[in-house]
């Protein structure tokens, strides 16, 4: 009896308001949710969260499980550990196969090339199926093809294998998207908190990891290792995931339509507000060691010094501010505020001090690592708004757009540097230009993106799923 007149209220007792202001849509409960809270309580199932900031508008969220949130963690810091295991090997590959410094930056230059291009692509999948297999299917991917470049003969052959590592890699992003737009506004920050520390720490764990390999194992072992690493973590994914998945990343029966994303304006402000704030990362991941030891005259082992502290105080960082902003909207701060302050003033930080490196260079050390705690302030942001603005109608779908647009930065920061490196003669105007761009990004985020809430997609089916998603 409790069951037939459940469903009878989800179709009949659910009414729709919408909060004035934002253009978020939410909505109310009527008594009839709850019958469904108590019917939960009493059949064992967890109990949902209650959030006006709803992803979806179903007015009722459940918090992400922190053991899922650790595991996208992981699989964040093995994927960036994996991107640049060629780097690190970099020096005897290039005596191993005979390759000059242009064949050498292309080959360095692949992995984004299909990564960036892919990201629509995942984004679809990742909407259209469940983000559990999307995601243990992708890592399985890249972990062959990091292994497969240990294996390689050619330099054809290591072209191919990162450009199937680059086409695994891209469902990493949509498929956290898919996942934390269903999470609570006040959940969303600390979540994406250990997205950025995965990212940051996730280098400097694999240089430090694949340097020591490629000293006693040769260059072939670093990708075998690395690789192999990344492949075992697909077991507890697929043995935990399952359940901690099950309330969710449910596939949304009415996905929002990519003509709705690409005429949102939204959409293009985080777009590019992402290229600006990973043109800043990219240039001092590709070009930081040869910056310290050619132009600023360290040695290795103060560089390995100085670049080790740069990614810790960028993961520190990134940790506490994703728990940082999540406690002021937990505490009635709107999210347009909180979310915007710390990326505005990690924009301001990083632009500052790596224009102040052309003018004062003889503190780029310091200078350097405060960059990285901008960064830190910046890179949880980036992806918690993206993530508010698009929902679980369009998460997937949002996230594979903006992180395509993002990731040139990727293809352009490492080439764009190097240029204006041979034509000056110094990185003076590298560092300038990445603070221009800084400028660009904050104005971006402000005045193009607009309010952090939810955007209202056009319903265009009403499905029983839907009504057993909302209740």
Known sequence: MIRSNLLRCRFLHWRPSFRSGCGCSTLQST???????????????????????????????RPIPDALIGLLGCAMLLNYADRGSLSITAPVLKESFGIDNAAMGLLLSSFFWSYAFSQPI?????????????????????????????????????FTFRLLLGIGESVIFPVNACIYSRAPEAQRGRANGMMAVGSYIGPFIGT????????????????????GVSLIWVLP??????????????????????????????????????????????????????????SAHFSIAQMTAIGGTLYISQSVTAGCTGLASDL???????????????????????????????IAPAQSALLLVLAGVGN????????????????????????????????????????????VADRTGSFAGAFILAGIISVVGIISWIFVVGPVCQTRWQSRRVTLGQHKLAV
Request: charged share 10%; net charge positive; glycine share 12%.
């Open 237 to 294: 994914w697929l043995a935990m995931s399952r359940s901690l998945l099950r309330y969710c990343a449910e596939p949304h029966p009415d996905p929002a339509n990519y003509r709705e994303i690409l005429g949102t304006r939204g959409l293009w402000g985080a777009s590019l507000g992402q290229f600006c704030y990973s043109y800043q990362f990219y240039l001092v991941l590709t070009w930081l060691p040869l910056y310290l030891v050619k």
């Open 31 to 61: 008594p009839c949710v709850k019958m469904s809270m108590w019917h939960r309580r009493n059949s064992g199932e967890p109990m949902p969260a209650i959030d006006s900031e709803t992803p979806g508008g179903s007015g009722l969220v």
């Open 122 to 158: 995942a984004g679809w999948i990742t909407q259209r199926f469940p983000p559990r297999t999307v995601l243990a299917s992708g890592v399985a991917l890249w972990s062959v093809a990091t292994i497969a470049c240990g294996f390689a003969t050619s330099f054809a052959l290591l």
């Open 328 to 358: 002021l909207v937990t505490r009635g701060f709107a999210p347009t505020v909180v979310r915007k302050s710390f990326l505005v003033f990690g924009l301001t930080l990083t632009g500052s001090c790596l224009s102040l490196i052309s």
């Open 376 to 419: 830190g302030f910046t890179g949880p942001m980036v992806f918690s708004i993206g993530q508010t603005l698009a929902g679980p109608r369009a998460g997937g779908r949002w996230m594979g757009i903006q992180n395509m647009i993002g990731n040139f930065s990727g293809i352009t920061a490492p080439i764009v540097t190097g240029i």
């Open 208 to 227: 430090l990891a694949g340097g020591v390999i490629l000293a006693s194992l040769g260059w072939r072992a670093v990708f075998w290792v690395l690789g």
